[in-house]
């Protein structure tokens, strides 16, 4: 496949866009979604301080490069394993930016920056227990929390509360039942 014709093509080039199309027709396919992006990228120019995927990521401006300095920081910093949940807690970033940097997930940061695994918590994590650390953190705050609260204040991370609960919407509409349920009612 010729990607700088494909390119060209998606830029609205219509020379190009009938010479893919012949290309294809003769057989010679078309590359998979995936392969396009890794091309892509393969020979995007450097940003400088830019992650894998050529941008720097949200209002901290996270890169691989400076995820994984912190992943080593929190190392020196903590005795024994540590976790995502503690890792995110301390170095005040997601789960969703480590995901967006490292294809690996957790692991794969945890391996570039020389962590040891930490053993799964023992904590499962049901809704009755999820609505109870809800609601502590609602009595704390005087509000319902923001993910961002959720993710500094709560013993679950955010993405537990939406795996496990759904969206926030669905997170209090679960909570204000709980919260009638708890004082005794019976449906």
């Known amino acids: 496949m010729d990607y700088d014709l494909l390119e060209r093509a998606s830029h609205g080039d219509m020379a190009a866009f009938r010479a893919l199309q012949l290309s294809i027709q003769r057989g010679e396919g078309m590359p998979s979604p995936r392969e396009m ?5 393969a020979n ?12 720097v990521d949200g209002r901290r401006g996270w890169t691989r490069r400076t995820l994984i300095a912190a992943a080593e920081e929190v190392g020196r910093k903590v005795d024994g394993p540590v976790s995502v949940h503690r890792f995110c807690k301390l170095a005040k970033c997601s789960d969703a930016t480590i995901t967006r940097h490292f294809g690996g997930g957790w692991a794969e940061l945890r391996e570039e920056a020389g962590l040891q695994e930490a053993k799964r918590g023992t904590v499962t994590w049901t809704e009755e ?6 609601d502590r953190l609602c009595g704390e705050l005087e509000r319902p929390p923001t993910w961002a609260e959720i993710d500094r204040l709560a013993e679950a991370s955010s ?3 939406r795996r496990v609960l759904g969206n926030r919407a669905d997170i209090e509409a679960a909570h204000a039942e709980w919260l009638g349920n708890d004082s005794g009612e019976e449906e």
Request: a negative charge.
């Open 37 to 41: 992006m890794d091309e892509y990228v």
């Open 44 to 55: 995007m120019p450097p940003v400088p301080g830019a992650g894998h995927r050529g941008y």
């Open 129 to 134: 227990l999820l609505l109870l650390e809800y």
């Open 159 to 161: 993405s537990t509360f």
